[in-house]
Nanobody, 124 residues
Framework: QVQLVESGGGSVQAGGSLRLSCAAS????????MGWFRQAPGKEREFVAA????????YYADSVKGRFTISRDNAKNTVYLQMNTLKPDDTAVYYC?????????????????WGQGTQVTVSS
């Protein structure tokens, strides 16, 4: 089992920045990738960004490329999502997730463990 705890959400005006953190504990040794997903009211949960644990390869949704940066600290078992130039469309609950299947870093259904989520609200 892997436990994930997100932090860093909040409210910000358009153009502002936030940094989300996700601390992983438990059987993290088998983790292939850590990802961030988000779900806005009335919408499906969607992929935002992912990083592979061993080599640090990163993946981004087109909607956040150039604005969001995912990074990891292996020693702390923590993944971060730096979000800059935020837009009202970025408003959602952001979820951290862990993938132990060794493929599908951008595929929601391939993630095994999920955090509780943290709210991000961007006002215009």
């Amino acid at each position: 089992q892997v436990q994930l705890v997100e932090s860093g959400g909040g409210s910000v005006q358009a153009g502002g920045s936030l940094r989300l953190s996700c601390a992983a504990s438990g059987r993290t040794v088998k983790t292939y990738a850590m990802g961030w997903f988000r779900q806005a009211p009335g919408k499906e949960r969607e992929f935002v960004a992912a990083v592979t644990w061993n080599d640090g390869s990163t993946y981004y949704a087109d909607s956040v490329k150039g604005r969001f940066t995912i990074s990891r600290d292996n020693a702390k078992n923590t993944v971060y999502l730096q979000m800059n130039t935020l837009k009202p469309d970025d408003t959602a609950v952001y979820y951290c997730a862990a993938n132990q299947k060794f493929w599908g870093a951008t595929v929601k259904s391939e993630y095994d463990y999920w955090g509780q989520g943290t709210q991000v609200t961007v006002s215009s």
